[in-house]
């Protein structure tokens, strides 16, 4: 009858398959889903953008304007009404550096947006992976506590049969009820934790679904490459952004030329008489202008300084994740090596309290042995198929927690 319960479960377990979803679908649904990286996104076409804007700050400039003008009293050279057309060709010859500071500067800033992006990306993709085990987990430990709350339940009922028939007392049924009204309080608990994994899954990947398949990331080989992930390139390029703007306040420092021309076309209205031969109606002004700032009270040079110490922090904070990722790394390592020893060790234990709790529940059942004994090997058994399941899981997450560390997207390593 046992066997038939388990058998039943796993198959129930098997066939509840409708909308069964992946870990590779679900990872690149929430690339395309998840709210937060879409915002990303957005944010790194608007630095594209301002790059792009920057870039353009070389081009001359060509400014069209009008103007109307009325005077009183009215002269022989100062006409009642002027109104006047014009346009302005500006090019900015030398500005110091000024504006390749900036260019240079806004490419840190796209480069670091790009980084932001990647680096929360990964970030939601090992939460789902983490989250996507963590299911698998809980779900399994539900399948075990379900065949112990049905071999509880029917051995409720046996132990009732043997009082009714003056063979055992009610504290034995005491016991058993006990124990399985416990059992129960924990799949409740269980099944409420697995709701909230569930619900995190659905909320960042924007899909439904009844079953998440069985899934496994590929074993870490022992040739895979380092990398600096994208937490600490965000900061180092956020640092060259900042110096490059530090270059750009100096150049205030350097002499700037510019030449600009300037096209007017005038209109008189309300003269004197005879004075239109004294009055340009058209007239074209070519300029080049030189400055150079000599002195300004040292406040150029305190921006300056300001600017590089934001960089010299930004610095330090790519030093500080430098050697977090190697440390999370170094133990990544070490982790992986403990998930494989417990496997290892859950494995021989699961063969071990599977044979005794075959042995007492015979036992048991021919009245050799108490309901204490009996309850005590179900809960190691129970206990031990848990740790096994969750061995294999946790070793999953352990891998892309090592992918994670090494520089790597854990999403690239999924079979």
């Given at each position: 009858?046992?066997?038939?319960?388990?058998?039943?479960?796993?198959?129930?377990?098997?066939?509840?398959?409708?909308?069964?979803?992946?870990?590779?679908?679900?990872?690149?649904?929430?690339?395309?889903?998840?709210?937060?990286?879409?915002?990303?996104?957005?944010?790194?076409?608007?630095?594209?953008?301002?790059?792009?804007?920057?870039?353009?700050?070389?081009?001359?400039?060509?400014?069209?304007?009008?103007?109307?003008?009325?005077?009183?009293?009215?002269?022989?050279?100062?006409?009642?009404?002027?109104?006047?057309?014009?346009?302005?060709a500006g090019l900015d010859i030398y500005d110091g550096g000024k504006k390749s500071a900036l260019v240079s500067s806004k490419k840190w800033d796209y480069q670091a947006s790009?980084?932001?992006?990647?680096?929360?990306?990964?970030?939601?993709?090992?939460?789902?992976?983490?989250?996507?085990?963590?299911?698998?987990?809980?779900?399994?430990?539900?399948?075990?506590?379900?065949?112990?709350?049905?071999?509880?339940?029917?051995?409720?009922?046996?132990?009732?049969?043997?009082?009714?028939?003056?063979?055992?007392?009610?504290?034995?049924?005491?016991?058993?009820?006990?124990?399985?009204?416990?059992?129960n309080f924990t799949i409740d608990s269980t099944t409420f934790a697995l709701k909230e994994q569930e619900e995190s899954l659905k909320t960042q990947s924007g899909m439904t679904?009844?079953?998440?398949?069985?899934?496994?990331?590929?074993?870490?080989?022992?040739?895979?490459?380092?990398?600096?992930?994208?937490?600490?390139?965000?900061?180092?390029?956020?640092?060259?952004?900042?110096?490059?703007?530090?270059?750009?306040?100096?150049?205030?420092?350097?002499?700037?030329?510019?030449?600009?021309?300037?096209?007017?076309?005038?209109?008189?209205?309300?003269?004197?008489?005879?004075?239109?031969?004294?009055?340009?109606?058209?007239?074209?002004?070519?300029?080049?202008?030189?400055?150079?700032?000599?002195?300004?009270?040292?406040?150029?040079?305190?921006?300056?300084?300001?600017?590089?110490?934001?960089?010299?922090?930004?610095?330090?904070?790519?030093?500080?994740?430098?050697?977090?990722?190697?440390?999370?790394?170094?133990?990544?390592?070490?982790?992986?090596?403990?998930?494989?020893?417990?496997?290892?060790?859950?494995?021989?234990?699961?063969?071990?309290?599977?044979?005794t709790y075959e042995i007492v529940t015979k036992k048991f059942e021919a009245g050799l042995a108490d309901n204490v004994a009996y309850l005590d090997a179900l809960n190691a058994?129970?206990?031990?198929?848990?740790?096994?399941?969750?061995?294999?899981?946790?070793?999953?997450?352990?891998?892309?927690?090592?992918?994670?560390?090494?520089?790597?997207?854990?999403?690239?390593?999924?079979?």
């Amino acid at each position: 009858m046992r066997k038939n319960i388990l058998i039943g479960i796993l198959l129930l377990q098997c066939l509840v398959n409708a909308n069964e979803i992946d870990l590779k679908t679900m990872l690149n649904s929430a690339m395309d889903y998840h709210p937060a990286i879409k915002s990303y996104t957005y944010k790194s076409m608007a630095k594209g953008e301002d790059l792009e804007a920057q870039k353009r700050a070389y081009f001359p400039t060509v400014d069209l304007g009008a103007n109307y003008q009325k005077n009183d009293p009215v002269s022989i050279v100062t006409p009642g009404q002027t109104q006047s057309a014009y346009v302005i060709a500006g090019l900015d010859i030398y500005d110091g550096g000024k504006k390749s500071a900036l260019v240079s500067s806004k490419k840190w800033d796209y480069q670091a947006s790009i980084f932001e992006k990647e680096a929360f990306a990964k970030n939601v993709v090992l939460d789902i992976i983490n989250r996507y085990f963590t299911i698998h987990k809980l779900q399994a430990n539900l399948v075990v506590l379900n065949m112990k709350s049905k071999e509880l339940s029917y051995q409720i009922e046996r132990a009732k049969g043997f009082v009714a028939a003056g063979l055992a007392t009610s504290d034995d049924v005491d016991k058993l009820q006990a124990a399985f009204d416990d059992n129960n309080f924990t799949i409740d608990s269980t099944t409420f934790a697995l709701k909230e994994q569930e619900e995190s899954l659905k909320t960042q990947s924007g899909m439904t679904f009844d079953v998440l398949s069985e899934a496994n990331l590929v074993d870490p080989s022992e040739d895979l490459t380092y990398e600096t992930y994208d937490k600490t390139k965000l900061l180092e390029a956020k640092a060259n952004s900042v110096q490059d703007s530090a270059r750009s306040v100096l150049s205030a420092h350097i002499p700037q030329i510019s030449l600009q021309n300037t096209y007017t076309v005038l209109k008189y209205d309300d003269m004197v008489p005879g004075s239109g031969d004294f009055l340009l109606d058209k007239k074209n002004t070519l300029m080049i202008t030189a400055n150079w700032r000599i002195f300004d009270g040292g406040q150029i040079l305190r921006q300056k300084e300001a600017i590089e110490l934001q960089s010299l922090a930004l610095k330090e904070e790519q030093l500080g994740s430098q050697r977090d990722q190697e440390s999370a790394y170094r133990l990544a390592k070490e982790r992986l090596n403990t998930m494989k020893s417990q496997i290892k060790s859950t494995t021989s234990a699961l063969k071990a309290t599977q044979s005794t709790y075959e042995i007492v529940t015979k036992k048991f059942e021919a009245g050799l042995a108490d309901n204490v004994a009996y309850l005590d090997a179900l809960n190691a058994h129970s206990a031990t198929m848990s740790r096994y399941k969750s061995a294999l899981y946790d070793y999953e997450i352990a891998k892309s927690l090592y992918y994670y560390f090494a520089g790597k997207n854990p999403k690239e390593y999924i079979k």
